[in-house]
């Protein structure tokens, strides 16, 4: 069973255009996030949201807009996309009870700009 | 900014221990050491964490200091699937702004 899955997997497009990555996650958490790994292989939160609230949005242009319709999907739309937007996407999600549990990611979505 | 500093790679052979050391001097009492690793093309994968005792799961051991300023992580006999980059990382375990802040990582590279 998988536990965080994102779609698409790959995803080529040209620059201009906008697209959609989604992420589900079937672990019965409360906190989801998105994170980009550019070229350089450096990890980076995006965003993070606790019970379908934005806790965490780092300096990121505001073309990207997360939407958490409930709190197993965490949606990823990008707007006007430009070419440094290329990079790997990944969603995770974890539980903030009592403690934050680990973070569980998915196996994210390459994101190609053209 | 990353809490951590680690080598930028090790190597180690097959069937042997794999000893990955983390500097981690300006931790704060609350924020615990967590280790992840990331194999070629996919998402990362939590290992294991601690705050200062010793910690042992299915996977590693984790080893922390008495002052709480380096750990180690141990995986006692690496085999060729343990090849990846492995991130140390502190991260307050309460706080809704809690985040995982990755650094650059060490890569290891188990050999035959």
């Known amino acids: 069973d998988t536990a965080v899955s994102q779609t698409p997997k790959y995803l080529v497009t040209q620059m201009g255009n906008d697209k959609s990555i989604k992420c589900e996650q079937n672990?019965?958490?409360?906190?989801m996030y998105w994170y980009k790994q550019d070229s350089k292989k450096f990890l980076k939160i995006m965003f993070s949201?606790?019970?379908?609230?934005?806790?965490i949005n780092e300096t990121v242009p505001n073309r990207f807009s997360p939407k958490s319709p409930d709190k197993a999907h965490l949606n990823l739309h990008i707007n006007s996309l430009e070419l440094g937007d290329s990079a790997v996407y990944f969603c995770?999600?974890?539980?903030?009870?009592?403690?934050?549990?680990?973070?569980?990611f998915g196996n994210g979505t390459r994101l190609t700009v053209t | 900014d990353a809490k951590t500093t680690q080598p930028p790679s090790m190597d180690c052979a097959e069937g042997r221990a794999a000893n990955l050391p983390c500097n981690h001097s300006?931790?704060?009492?609350?924020?615990?050491v967590y280790w992840y690793r990331q194999i070629h093309s996919q998402g990362p994968q939590y290992i294991i964490h601690?705050?200062?005792n010793n910690e042992t799961n299915e996977m590693a051991s984790l080893i922390i200091t008495e002052d709480r300023k380096s750990s180690t992580l141990i995986l006692p006999h690496a085999t060729l699937r343990d090849t990846a980059v492995y991130y140390c990382?502190?991260?307050?375990?309460?706080?809704?702004?809690?985040?995982?802040?990755f650094g650059k990582g060490i890569t290891l590279s188990v050999r035959p």
């Open positions: 300006t931790i704060s009492g609350n924020e615990y």
């Open positions: 672990l019965g958490h409360d906190t």
């Open positions: 995770a999600s974890s539980s903030r009870g009592r403690y934050n549990s680990p973070l569980h």
């Open positions: 990382i502190v991260r307050s375990l309460t706080g809704a702004n809690s985040k995982l802040t």
């Open positions: 949201y606790n019970n379908k609230e934005l806790i």
């Open positions: 601690g705050l200062k």
